[in-house]
């Protein structure tokens, strides 16, 4: 079984993805491949940008409510937890842990925009679709891998999923990177390096 047995968690991923992949292709495609970006490159169009990437994720699910759902109160619909959850997490990622970014790996953003904590609102923004987006494909992918090795010793099963966990959260971190790469605001002191073992030469 791919999505969760539960209606509500199982309606929510498979929101997620089709959302948020649509975002980040139309994001990675549109805006940053054809150089869109290169025309509104003004204080407010990225945080503009960014925002209407996440709206997706708050407004729908008002409109479109999942059958499993329809039963429950609001706040208590996985699609609104994992929201609240990425945004708490997205926030304080951003906030205390970019830093690790610009001191550890020399990346930086260099493009004019509003700050919060030396980190633009826009990666704020779009934080928020970028997790969501990793958190759907990692329970989907980590709940497949539990599936597949439940006649395993459990010794050997717990190796594996933690062998899982591992080379998701790399290959994460390489694609955004990755991704990303093509956006000439985004800095390293040294990007191969940078993309292979995240670690900055002296």
């Known amino acids: 079984m791919w999505f969760a047995k539960d209606g509500s968690k199982a309606w929510a991923e498979k929101f997620f993805l089709f ?5 980040l292709i139309l994001f990675l495609v549109v805006f940053i491949g054809s150089g869109l970006y290169e025309r509104y490159d003004d204080r407010v169009s990225y945080a503009v940008v960014s925002g209407l990437m996440v709206l997706p994720n708050i407004v729908v699910p008002v409109v479109l409510v999942g059958k499993s759902d329809k039963v429950l109160p609001w706040y208590t ?24 970014f610009y001191k550890i790996l020399g990346a930086r953003y260099t493009f004019d925009t509003f700050r919060l904590n030396d980190v633009p609102i826009p990666c704020y923004l779009a ?40 080379m998701l959260a790399y290959l994460t971190a390489y694609m955004e990177t990755l991704t ?12 191969d390096k940078m993309q292979s073992v995240s670690i900055q030469r002296d």
Do not use: Q
């Open 19 to 23: 959302v948020n992949l649509s975002s």
């Open 127 to 166: 934080t928020h679709v970028y997790f969501l987006f990793y958190h759907s494909v990692s329970s989907i992918t980590l709940r497949k891998l539990d599936e597949a090795t439940t006649k395993l010793p459990t010794p050997l099963r717990r190796a594996i999923f933690v062998c899982g966990v591992l």
């Open 77 to 100: 619909r996985f699609v609104w937890k994992a929201n609240m959850w990425n945004l708490v997490f997205g926030f304080i990622g951003n906030y205390f842990w970019t830093h690790y």
């Open 180 to 191: 990303i790469s093509a956006f000439p605001y985004y800095e390293f002191v040294d990007r």
